[in-house]
Every structure is written in C-alpha cells, then in structure tokens.
C-alpha cells in the first residue's frame, strides 16, 4: 500500500474559522511533509516531521500550525487565515534513512478556499 | 540554494510521437531525484525515482536520466497517447526535503 490519504477532499473556511487538514499514511514512513501549492505553481514546502518531531519550519506564519501525534498521522491546524492562503496543500511521506535515498508519496491533496 | 528548471514549460504532441521533457538543478549535492505527474486540481504520482548513483530509471514507457555532474535529467515518453496529458514535475531531494521544478504541461493530441 503506497497510499497518503488527506481529509478533507476541499475546504471552505471563513478568516475567523478554526479548522484542521488530516494525513495519514500506514507505509511505515517516519518522515511527513506539508506542501502549499498555488495555482500554476509548483509545490513549496511549509514544514517537515522527521520520527514525529518537527525538524523543518520554513518560516510559515503561525497561523498555520502543525501537529504529528504519531507516526502515521500528519496534522494542520488553520486559524485566522487570509484570503491568499486559499491553494491546494500537499502531504507527503517518505522513508528517513542514510543519505535520504527514499521515494516520496503524495496524498490527493486538499483545495483550500478561505472567504 | 537549489533551483530547480524545467524546459519547456509547455508542450503540444500529435498522438504517437516520442517526447523529452528537460530537467536542470543548479546543486548538484543531491540524494536523489523524483519524477512526478499532476492531473488539474489533483495530488503527485510518482513516477520514477533515480538515485544519485544511477544513472537511468525504466517504467514500460517513461525512461528516466540522471547526470548529478551536470545538473541535468531528462524524461522520455515513448509513442505518446492522449491519457499522458498531465503536467510532470521533476523534483530533487537535497538537505531542505524535496524542491520542485515549475513543470512542463503536457497536452497530447488525439
């Protein structure tokens, strides 16, 4: 099984919702990735989770905040967003070993929409 | 910091014809580098994998090349068909996770 699986599928929040996006993978993979895609544009990396804990940040606002509760699971908490944060947001997994030679899995993705 | 290019950035083909899609990495200390298809509005297949110590990767009709000295890997697509329309994204993994190319859109025409 080489499967991400995100939920939800498409999210429509208000600038004063909370909400959370969900990644779960059972591949055994102790690293996660969270990705921000915009339209026409490639993938950009938001955060990394290496053996559940987070070993890259790249200066994402905390309005975006990450959580790994476990090894199987990825979570994004949302709060106060803007109307620009509206994109597709990727997870990602990948096994961690010497010299990182390890193929990445992508999930469906979730089509954020903030109003 | 890696850059990543992908040429061209758009691409039209009758049905049948074979295809190079070409990717270039400005820093060459790569553990690896990943080939990937995006259908609109949807998540990233994989679609080959190279390590940096190889030099090709075959998957029925997509040949994969690596050259990490040059900063250079090309996608091959034997005898096209309308079903590869898609944007493919090359992507390497270096220090800071995977860093992506801005994709090459790919339009087969029946």
């Known amino acids: 099984d080489t499967e991400v699986t995100q939920t939800p599928k498409h999210l429509v929040m208000g600038m004063t919702n909370k909400k959370s996006l969900k990644c779960e993978q059972h591949m055994g993979h102790r690293a996660m990735y969270w990705y921000k895609q915009k339209a026409k544009k490639p993938p950009e990396l938001m955060f990394v989770?290496?053996?559940?804990?987070?070993?890259i940040n790249e200066s994402v606002p905390s309005r975006f905040s990450p959580e790994c509760p476990n090894s199987s699971l990825l979570n994004l908490h949302l709060h106060a967003l803007q109307p620009e944060d509206s994109a597709l947001y990727l997870c990602?997994?990948?096994?961690?070993?010497?010299?990182?030679?390890?193929?990445?899995?992508f999930g469906q993705g979730t089509r954020l929409t903030v109003v | 910091k890696q850059e990543v290019t992908q040429i061209p950035a758009a691409l039209s083909v009758p049905e049948g014809e074979n295809l190079v899609l070409n990717c270039s990495f400005t820093d060459s200390a790569i553990y690896n580098l990943q080939w990937f298809r995006q259908d609109p509005g949807k998540g990233l297949t994989s679609l080959l994998l190279i390590q940096s110590s190889q030099r090709e990767q075959t998957s029925g009709r997509l040949n994969a090349s690596l050259d990490k000295s040059s900063g250079r890997s090309t996608l091959y697509i034997a005898a096209s068909q309308p079903g590869d329309s898609a944007t493919y994204l090359c992507a390497v993994t270096g220090r800071r996770a995977l860093t992506f190319g801005s994709g090459t859109r790919l339009q087969v025409q029946p």
């Open positions: 989770y290496s053996y559940e804990k987070l070993s």
């Open positions: 990602a997994s990948s096994q961690v070993g010497a010299g990182m030679n390890t193929e990445a899995f």
